[in-house]
């Protein structure tokens, strides 16, 4: 499994950006798909996460402002930001969990004030 996470960029506070994550192999083997963040000097943090099934979970902190979605039939989700604020600034990283733990590169997302 690979995964291939795209849309990060440089946005002023209260813009939007798009991240994508496309999945390509052996991708019957992910249950759960997720988006990290991780900040310069800080921990890597969950973001949000959906299940095959659709099921997803957001963080509080973001909630009103993300969406996690994800296109089945494009084997890919996507992280809809909105409102972004400068504290949001970080590399985003997708995951992909199931018999395996798989992680895309990630792409950096800058919001400036």
């Known amino acids: 499994v690979q995964l291939q996470a795209s849309g990060g960029g440089s946005v002023q506070a209260g813009g939007s950006l798009r991240l994508s994550c496309a999945a390509t192999?052996?991708?019957?083997?992910?249950?759960?798909m997720a988006w990290y963040r991780q900040a310069p000097g800080k921990q890597r943090e969950l973001v949000a996460m959906?299940?095959?099934?659709?099921?997803?979970n957001i963080i509080d902190s973001v909630k009103d402002r993300f969406t996690i979605s994800r296109d089945n039939a494009k084997n890919t989700v996507y992280l809809q930001m909105n409102s972004l604020k400068p504290e949001d600034t970080a590399v985003y990283y997708c995951?992909?969990?199931?018999?395996?733990?798989?992680w895309g590169q990630g792409t950096q997302v800058t919001v400036s004030s």
């Open positions: 959906i299940t095959v099934g659709g099921t997803a």
């Open positions: 192999g052996s991708i019957g083997n992910i249950n759960v």
């Open positions: 995951r992909g969990r199931g018999s395996g733990d798989y």
